[in-house]
């Protein structure tokens, strides 16, 4: 949007937006009386049903000493007026009255008679009036009124809130008003200028994100379309760096923790008086172990940097596709039945196709050894390769069958599911990133990852002209699917 509309929007916002609010916050306001109001009937009507059994005797309603009023004077309060009347008027009983009031007086006919047994409610308080009747002789008449004191506190403090929400509320739509103002035409200058000096000297301009479709937008468009070439070239140099620097730094964390170990161990191994046999296997053991995690570790780093540092892939020879899966697929049934875990593997490919063996074992391995590692005993895991001709499992997840089968499309599938802990979706994104680890729970509960392992599989895949995506359900598990083109397909 041009800087002009948008200031004639925003003006027409801001003198219509406070209109709004009033409305919304008036609503609000009424529908709480309602339900304060239809609370307070329901404490008023049993207050009533408790004072009106003491009015009903006859001898209330004549004159005689205060003393004799004792009982309605005792129910009676400040929040709680009693007023007792004879038949003609007369007052004889007010609980509110004071010496300076007459003891007596008369109350018109009209306004004696006027709203009886109706329970009136005004600002201050509710009022009821009825007849009493004695042996079907009309005897008197009282009255109850009783102060609405907790509704003129309540009304009280809800006239002081508004008017401090009403002076918050403007406040912050001044505030509002001053953010976006700065957002639309300050920030944007204020950044212009600090990049346009920023490549005056040499340095690094960060890119502009969400660029806006108006004149400001326009202006900074083109100061980064006249420096894009050169900005490009320096931060491919910068970034490859970044990642010699990161892969350093993370190789170096995953190997102390087992240097350590094997330190440890070697330590102790030295003491060999006070180690029994047995101790001495175990620790043994333990540095084998430690010695081929440090060694995969190392042929993962040695295949990520062949990888990435070659263009094509290489060696790349026509197989068929069937026998190739086939062979793929198998060696897994031991290692899983060791673990308690339940595997099915299906193979549905026809023709040939240009691969790398090698790079495709490689592949395999490093899925399953992610599926297994995640997944607990007795559930189970899923491995299969479908052509474009041949219908997908049954066994995918419910939630996923749609979207794997559309994002298939009429190319080699080969899927690897399995059972157990799920990721965010927000992590899936970069779950094949060099030493990412989906959170910290999952690595410490699952040692023995190299961190490279996804990375590698991805650049396998998209070697092969192929990609590679990964998805995760909550409760069933996470899926992975890689697509390859179909090269060279023709019928078995």
């Known amino acids: 949007m041009k800087i002009k509309h948008w200031l004639m929007v925003s003006f027409l916002v801001v003198m219509l937006l406070p209109v709004v609010a009033g409305l919304v916050f008036f609503q609000l306001i009424q529908a709480y009386d309602e339900r304060q109001e239809f609370k307070e009937y329901v404490e008023v009507t049993g207050r009533l049903q408790e004072i009106e059994p003491l009015l009903q005797e006859a001898d209330l309603y004549r004159v005689q000493p205060a003393e004799r009023f004792q009982a309605v004077q005792n129910a009676a309060s400040s929040s709680l007026k009693i007023t007792l009347y004879r038949a003609d008027g007369i ?36 009022t009821l009036k009825k007849p009493f009747f004695h042996q079907d002789d009309l005897i008197g008449f009282y009255e109850i009124t009783i102060v609405r004191d907790q509704w003129l506190e309540a009304f009280q403090h809800r006239t002081l809130l508004v008017a401090i929400g009403w002076g918050l509320f403007f406040l912050l739509l001044y505030g509002a008003a001053l953010y976006v103002i700065h957002r639309k035409l ?17 340095e690094a301009v ?16 083109r100061f980064h379309s006249m420096r894009a070439q050169i900005e490009r070239a320096r931060q491919d140099i910068a970034e490859e760096q ?26 102790a191994l030295q003491q060999e008086e ?25 042929d993962n780093l040695t295949m990520y940097t062949a990888l990435k540092s070659s263009a094509q892939l290489e060696e790349r020879v026509e197989v068929d596709g069937d026998e190739m899966f086939d062979m793929l697929f198998s060696g897994y049934e031991e290692l899983c039945t060791q673990r308690g875990i339940r595997l099915t593997t299906e193979c549905k490919v026809t023709g040939s196709y240009l691969m790398n063996a090698q790079q495709l074992i490689r592949l395999v391995d490093n899925l399953m050894s992610n599926a297994i590692r995640y997944t607990e005993s007795k559930q189970s895991i899923w491995l299969g390769a479908y052509s474009p001709s041949h219908p997908l499992p049954s066994w995918i997840f419910p ?31 970069r779950i094949f990133a060099p030493f990412y680890q989906a959170d910290s729970s999952r690595t410490k509960a699952h040692a023995g990852s ?43």
């Open 274 to 298: 006070e180690l029994s046999e047995e101790e001495k296997r175990e620790y043994y053991a333990v540095l084998f172990d430690k010695i081929e995690h440090m060694k995969r570790m190392l």
């Open 450 to 492: 190299s961190g490279l392992g996804l990375s590698i599989a991805k650049m396998i895949v998209e070697k092969h002209d192929g990609n590679v995506r990964i998805w995760s359900e909550a409760p069933f598990g996470t899926l992975v699917a890689c697509r390859f083109q179909v090269n060279k397909e023709v019928p078995s």
């Open 242 to 267: 970044r990642e010699r620097e990161y892969m350093v730094a993370s190789l170096s964390h995953d190997l102390k923790t087992p240097l350590t170990s094997l330190h440890a161990y070697a330590e």
């Open 91 to 126: 007052t004889v009983y007010s609980s509110m009255a004071d010496n300076l009031a007459p003891k007596l007086y008369r109350v018109k006919a009209s306004i004696l008679y006027e709203h009886l047994y109706e329970l009136r409610k005004s600002h201050r308080a509710y």
């Open 186 to 202: 300050n920030r944007p200058m204020q950044r212009l200028m600090r990049q346009m000096t920023a490549f005056a000297k040499g």
């Open 399 to 429: 939630t996923l069958a749609d979207e794997v089968q559309e994002w298939g499309g009429d190319s080699l599938l080969m899927l690897v599911q399995n059972q157990g802990e799920t990721i965010a979706k927000d992590q899936l994104e």
């Open 206 to 221: 960060p890119d502009t994100v969400n660029m806006t479709k108006d004149e400001m937008g326009e202006l900074i468009a």
